[in-house]
């Protein structure tokens, strides 16, 4: 049985035999896109998560939905892998001359932190905003703010 056919049959029949069958498959996806078990866990814990707000659009839509969630889970653990080997360095926001000055890495949030490493990889907004799965006016709110000193919400 195909992911998209057991979302069918749960969405159809809502058991939790159903469910446990869809998380395998889930889980399963995952561990063939990325071979790594914790991300593989936490992909199903959030899709598991959003299941009621997820709506199929064709007949192959939920496999494309876990493989989207496996890719920003896996863009999202390099972030964090990069930034993590990083020994308190400094990024250069800009050069001082103009004005502007250099932000800590250490004092950067995980979310920061992956906003900036896009930023640097030449990303968009609204590419970033789909990684985060932010709208792209929300993100640029987050910047602003983050422009401002307004401190983020740890909750991000």
Known sequence: ????????????????????????????????????DDIAQQVAMTILGKLHTFEPQDQTAFTRYVSSTVKNRRL???????FASIDDGEWEETSPEHGHSYVSL???????????????????????????????STLRKKLFDLRNEKPLPKDI
């Open 1 to 36: 049985m195909t992911l998209d056919e057991q979302y069918a049959l749960w969405a159809k029949d809502g058991s939790e035999e159903a469910l446990n069958g869809l998380m395998e498959h889930v889980r399963q996806r995952a561990m063939t896109l990325t071979r790594d």
């Open 76 to 82: 999202q653990r390099d972030y964090v892998r990069t």
């Open 106 to 136: 250490s004092a950067m949030t995980v979310f920061q932190k992956q906003i900036a490493t896009a930023m640097i990889q030449g990303y968009s907004l609204k590419e970033i905003a789909g990684q985060l799965s932010l709208k792209e």
